[in-house]
């Protein structure tokens, strides 16, 4: 059979010269639309309600597109980088490492000149916790440009929550919650004896467990210490960590830990607490929203962890939700004007209405009640580890969490935990190192 | 300018382009990958050669460790899955009553996802308000109750029981189809001949249904050592790295740790290792096949 090539070739010509005119008519496609992704599912009614609401005010559309859960998001957001199909506005949920390569990448613009416009008016209205989270500061580990990178939306932190009915029935006296380690531990002892559960949390997610173990790190040995650990300078079998470690121990064999709490997640953590199957939760202000939905007549109040050195001030983590604007976006000026009017006042505090989270703008709070309230005053002690300058290999924060697990459910002592986090450091310096060399 | 083009060709040329784009392009991208050091965003990729291959294969212990795992919960599915999927197939081969609804409830649990699979069991076998253990307590054995996800003792067992409970419909089905091709006539021939029914099954069942048991035991590797969503929703590779498999570990690097060249490197070894494994199968059923 005889087949003409250059007939062949007009033939595909024709076929997509009309494939190419058969989209949509110029005029349907709207003049001006800011694309926003996000994962937040419980806040994508109100950001829906915001954007009909700035359309009437300027004219322009903005449509929220929501990918949850957050591992279909960080997927997505990743195969849209690789293939420069980032929409305007996207939200930003991911290590600081990979925040910077969307940065080097060009993916994420510079909003320093925005911020620092009218006496830095845009820049003072946030929570400082907030904005740092999208700061990178002069002379960071990833060489990005020193800026304002994100804009917080909203804000949260991590703290112990408490089911006073629980606490009441085990006998202890709720007029007051444990601000020290000793009676954390007599709480745990009168739990245990009522036959109650203690502390449910997702601690078979990697992060929860290094935020309980990095707020009492900070207390024991404070924040010089724990940096000059990430820089390798002080070892991971250092005594003051061999006491940080053996807490979880302790937290164990004095019932503040519920059966099964290293392999829950953090959804089944807030199912148990808010069907009062355990006393205590550590969890972040989002899940105020979630033990209401599931059970309104919880009983809670809100504390930081108990200090495991009374001298020593204690910290907690705090988290951003933040939405970056892609630096390629025909939209950008537009995209950040966007998020100009999202974080004023007005916006912020329908957001926080509707959402019952912590606006990222300070001078927003007031319309907030009852624990989330509590939360919003733990602020003040926030800190993240996006905050700091160094950051530790993945596989060590890895082997960190993996040990504590194996220290509660028993089966490795805090000084064995020690020793195997820190063979994994000096594996992976290492390895870093070699890779340098191949690298130059 | 005319060409001789043989017309059998052109019909597979759709399918060509379909196997390169989806199939060859991404495997030889993951092989490329395997030599770079890259993040998974950022445009600079750094060539490190062998280095990550020669790091999984020799100072990466949790990796043999997960490969182990995998390869402990694929050996309990060999035997009892596989065991029971037959045992079931025969039962309903046999013609007993309710047949047809019995095909139905077995092949159940393999048409359900495996994250809802993971979330029932993870109920099941709670510690503090699990079924199992009410049922332990029930017939007075309420000592053994732990939470059976959570122990070290038992929680790759129980990922393992889990995965073969949902996976033994699949072979039921298979080898059920494979019963119901032997000609009836053998196995009356044999009664005729006074053939016990151990003897049937030795002489007559096993020997046909061979090409079926080695695909239901391929399917059966292949499907087991690549389990990763009953993991997620039961015990996320936890307690320590007590159920971590080579899939968890693939994506811990790939998504957590942000080392995408890593983890493309972890997928070659660990595809390198699936496919020895199941060459050495068709092997040794071949080899099975001559004796």
């Known amino acids: 059979m005889y087949i003409n090539i250059r007939n062949i070739l007009a033939s595909l010509l024709i076929i997509l010269s009309i494939a190419g005119c058969s989209g949509k008519p110029a005029q349907n496609i709207p003049s001006k639309e800011i694309i926003v992704w996000h994962w937040l599912s419980d806040r994508s009614d109100a950001f829906d309600a915001l954007a009909r609401k700035y359309k009437v005010q300027t004219g322009i559309n903005v449509r929220f597109e929501l990918y ?74 990833y060489d990005v440009k020193p800026g304002i990178y994100g804009v917080p939306i909203d804000i949260n932190n991590i703290q112990l929550i408490y089911n006073l009915d629980l606490l009441k ?4 006296d709720t007029s007051r919650l444990p601000s020290t380690w000793q009676e954390f531990i007599s709480l745990g002892d009168m739990l245990k004896k009522a036959g109650i559960q203690g502390m449910a949390s997702g601690w078979g997610e990697p992060w929860m467990i290094l935020c309980f173990a990095d707020n009492m790190a900070w207390n024991i040995m404070g924040k010089e210490k724990v940096l000059a650990t990430i820089r ?42 808010a069907n009062e199957r355990a006393a205590i939760a550590f969890n972040g202000s989002w899940c105020i929203n979630v033990y209401e939905s599931m059970n309104p007549d919880l009983k809670l109040a809100v504390a930081m962890p108990p200090k495991a050195d009374p001298k020593n001030p204690m910290y907690i983590w705090c988290g951003t939700t933040s939405f970056v604007v892609n630096g390629r976006s025909q939209m950008k000026e537009e995209a950040i004007k966007f998020l100009q009017w999202l974080t004023d006042c007005n916006q912020q505090t329908e957001l926080a209405v509707a959402t019952n989270n912590i606006p990222s703008g300070k001078m927003c709070t007031d319309v907030l009640k009852g624990p989330i309230r509590q939360f919003t005053e733990g602020m003040e002690y926030a800190v993240h580890p996006r905050l700091l300058p160094v950051e530790e290999y993945p596989l060590v924060t890895e082997a960190f969490q993996k040990g504590v697990q194996s220290i509660i459910i028993g089966e490795e002592t805090p000084e064995e935990v020690a020793k195997a986090v820190q063979e994994m450091k000096e594996r992976e310096t290492k390895k870093a190192e070699r890779f340098k060399r191949i690298k130059r | ?41 950022s445009p600079k990729t750094i060539f490190v050669g062998l280095s990550q291959f020669q790091d999984i294969i020799f100072s990466n212990p949790v990796w043999w460790q997960s490969m182990w795992h995998a390869a402990y919960i694929t050996i309990l599915a060999l035997i009892f899955q596989n065991g029971l999927a037959l045992l079931l197939a025969m039962l309903v081969d046999r013609g007993i009553k309710y ?31 699990g079924l199992f253990n009410h049922w332990l307590s029930d017939i007075g054995l309420g000592h053994l109750s732990r939470s059976w996800l959570s122990d070290p003792k038992t929680a790759l067992t129980c990922v393992a029981v889990i995965h073969m409970w949902k996976g033994f419909g699949w072979g039921f089905i298979i080898l059920l189809a494979g019963l119901q091709n032997i000609p009836r006539t053998l196995y009356e021939a044999a009664r005729i001949d006074g053939a016990s029914g151990w003897d049937v099954f030795r002489r007559i069942t096993v020997p046909l249904m061979m090409p079926v048991f080695v695909l239901v035991m391929v399917l059966t590797i292949l499907g087991t050592m690549q389990i990763y969503d009953i993991i997620v929703s039961t015990t996320n590779g936890g307690p320590g790295y007590h159920t971590e498999v080579p899939v968890t570990r693939i994506v811990a690097r790939m998504l957590f740790s942000s080392q995408f060249g890593y983890a493309c490197a972890m997928s070659l070894v660990f595809g390198a290792v699936l496919v020895v494994l199941s060459v050495s199968q068709m092997k040794l059923s071949q080899y099975l096949k001559r004796v």
């Open chain 1, 232 to 273: 390798g300078e002080v070892p991971y079998t250092d005594p003051d960590w061999i006491k940080v470690f053996s807490l979880f121990r302790q937290m164990k064999d004095h019932g503040l830990v519920s059966d099964g709490i290293v392999t829950m997640v953090n959804k089944e953590a807030e199912q148990d607490f």
């Open chain 1, 68 to 141: 949850a859960p957050t591992m279909v998001y960080m997927s997505k957001v990743r195969a849209a980088a690789q293939t420069n199909t980032l929409p305007d506005i996207y939200g930003v949920h991911m290590e600081r490492k990979d925040f910077a390569s969307l940065i080097d990448g060009g993916l994420v613009a510079d909003l320093t000149p925005y911020m620092d416009a009218d006496n830095s008016a845009w820049k003072k209205s946030f929570f400082q916790a907030g904005l740092i989270m999208n700061t990178f500061q002069e002379g960071n580990q």
């Open chain 1, 169 to 172: 029935k085990a006998g202890w």
């Open chain 2, 1 to 41: 300018m005319k060409m001789k083009i043989k017309p059998g060709y052109l019909f597979i040329v759709p399918a060509v382009i379909m196997l390169a784009l989806f199939y060859l392009y991404p495997f030889m991208k993951v092989l490329q990958m395997g030599f770079y050091d890259w993040d998974g965003i």
């Open chain 2, 99 to 129: 047949g047809n609804a019995y095909r139905v409830i077995f092949f159940l649990p393999p048409i359900l996802s495996g994250i809802v699979v993971g979330l029932i069991w993870n109920w099941i076998f709670n510690g503090n308000y």
